[in-house]
């Protein structure tokens, strides 16, 4: 594997598949576009069964000069990127058999753009360019913005016009504070970026610039507004890889940016992170408590979902970063397979009216089973993978903040209110029409394409140690990084008692990480 250009072929596959998309009739491209993401997720497969845990922090390097300093092909992956990568070439395959039977207009060109779609995000994660990663980045935007703006809902354009906006303004900020780093540090590999110690005074105005994008992208309040009317719009498939997948690309920016570049800025803005996120977490519950429409509820929920992972990140300890991780792992599964519950039911009555079902435990027991599993991982019940990153969060930031562990937990109490109330008024009860009471259940595509998400949110609620593996060492790396700078939160020991102030990653932190495993 070690000279085997894997991430470049990774890449290469769905681009090469996009493009002979076009050229196809669409059952062609649906097949192409199948087999195309099929082979990414064996090669995915591949990347995992040959990263060593533990071993060099960047493996399956790949190096390619372009243009000197300002632009070369370079990839190549740590733990945390290999999860990402894992988690997209997983959900891939299933959003094109989503889109099997309901994209029926100008089919070969929605596949191309979903191909395009997994090179790019594949791109962010294996980017170790600083313009590289800003290319693939942005990239994204387009083929989504297509997916919404042409294959959406009544209101698209609107929809697709806003996405796109407020996803730019941020990244030009980005843009700039980019060159001015590599004209700074004489190169944008990130590897060395990561290393290089900035001034604090210019680390703030850095950290901002990174902040205006990722904070859009993650969306973080109150710059999710972009975020409810892009899923309510977007296909079936384009909500799933939106919220599976473009969302954590913010997290991912924190983690690979924001904490380990500008760790004095990252820490001097940890109360202002964890206010939004407070903000974040009881106000978008409260607005998913009232919401009519099931996707929007679920895209409120992402939001409040999105604030654990900022919470966990800027908690600068071992628990709270690894939580935020498999929050993000967690959320792309959940939040993806509830929208695809939706696209189920919504195939059938071509309504999102919650008032418009009701009862269908009667006719469709099998949808209600996975629904309801799918329900209780989005609230953090025990055994799910919702619950592992949603304690671990948790845990790290009472460590740091009392007040923000009593957000957090405000936040899953709601949470279980408008999940569980969106479901008792779907599944239970009588049939408010009589078409839901005629629906038919899963499909057996239907069901190929829900169980293996319902295995894999089980897999890591009961048995974590495979997703936390990989990223162990990478987010040890992060603290060494972090821990002169690390804030000193209202819950910490205080200096005049030093035996109560144990490191706060050492074994205490060990010892409740094996607890939670």
């Not at 050229?23 to 995992?48: P, Y």
């Not at 900020?173 to 005074?201: C, E, H, K, R, W």
């Amino acid at each position: 594997m070690t000279d085997f250009p894997i991430l470049s072929v990774m890449i290469a596959v769905p681009l090469l598949a996009a493009l002979g998309c076009l050229f196809l009739r669409a059952e062609g491209a649906r097949w192409l576009a199948l087999i195309a993401t099929f082979v990414d997720l064996a090669l995915g497969l591949m990347l995992w069964a040959n990263f060593e845990n533990g071993g060099a922090q960047w493996q399956f390097v790949e190096n390619l000069p372009l243009g000197g300093t300002y632009l070369n092909w370079q990839l190549g992956i740590d733990g945390i990127a290999l999860m990402l990568i894992l988690l997209s070439v997983f959900l891939m395959p299933i959003c094109i058999g989503a889109s099997w039977r309901s994209i029926e207009k100008r089919v070969p060109e929605y596949m191309s753009a979903f191909l395009l779609m997994e090179a790019l995000m594949l791109g962010v994660f294996a980017a170790q360019d600083l313009l590289l990663f800003y290319i693939f980045f942005e990239g994204g935007l387009i083929p989504m913005y297509l997916i919404i703006g042409i294959w959406g809902g009544a209101e698209r354009i609107k929809a697709s016009y806003k996405f796109f906006l407020y996803t730019l303004f941020g990244s030009v900020l980005m843009l700039i504070a980019m060159l001015v780093m590599i004209n700074q540090a004489g190169t944008g590999y990130i590897p060395t970026l990561i290393a290089y110690d900035f001034a604090p005074s210019l680390q703030t105005w850095l950290w901002l610039a990174f902040f205006a994008s990722f904070a859009v992208k993650m969306p973080m309040w109150p710059v999710h507004t972009w975020l409810p009317d892009a899923h309510v719009q977007a296909p079936t498939a384009g909500s799933v890889i939106l919220a599976g997948v473009l969302l954590k690309m913010g997290g991912y920016g924190f983690v690979r940016f924001s904490l380990p570049m500008f760790p004095d800025a990252s820490a001097q803005f940890v109360p202002l992170v964890f206010i939004l996120s407070s903000v974040a977490i009881v106000y978008t519950s409260l607005v998913a408590l009232v919401q009519r429409d099931m996707k929007k509820l679920i895209a409120y929920s992402s939001v409040a979902h999105m604030a654990f992972v900022t919470f966990g990140l800027f908690a600068f300890n071992r628990q709270g970063i690894e939580g935020a991780l498999i929050v993000m792992l967690s959320h792309g599964l959940v939040s993806g397979a509830l929208f695809l519950c939706v696209g189920v039911i919504y195939d059938r009555m071509h309504t999102r009216e919650i008032e418009k079902y009701g009862g269908l435990a009667n006719n469709m027991p099998g949808y209600a089973v996975l629904f309801l599993l799918f329900t209780m991982a989005a609230v953090g019940l025990p055994g799910t993978s919702g619950f592992v990153g949603e304690f671990l969060a948790m845990m790290g930031t009472y460590k740091v903040s009392t007040w923000g562990a009593i957000f957090a937990t405000t936040g899953i109490i709601l949470g279980a209110a408008y999940m569980l109330y969106l479901y008792w008024r779907i599944a239970y009860g009588a049939a408010r029409t009589a078409e839901a009471s005629a629906m038919r259940d899963l499909s057996v595509r239907e069901w190929g394409l829900l169980a293996p998400i319902a295995a894999a949110v089980l897999w890591m609620g009961v048995y974590p140690e495979p997703f936390l593996a990989p990223m162990r060492a990478d987010v040890g790396r992060l603290l060494e990084r972090t821990e002169r700078v690390t804030p000193a939160g209202d819950s910490r020991p205080t200096a005049g008692n030093p035996a109560a102030a144990a490191p706060a990653h050492g074994a205490a932190a060990h010892g409740a990480e094996e607890a939670a495993h």
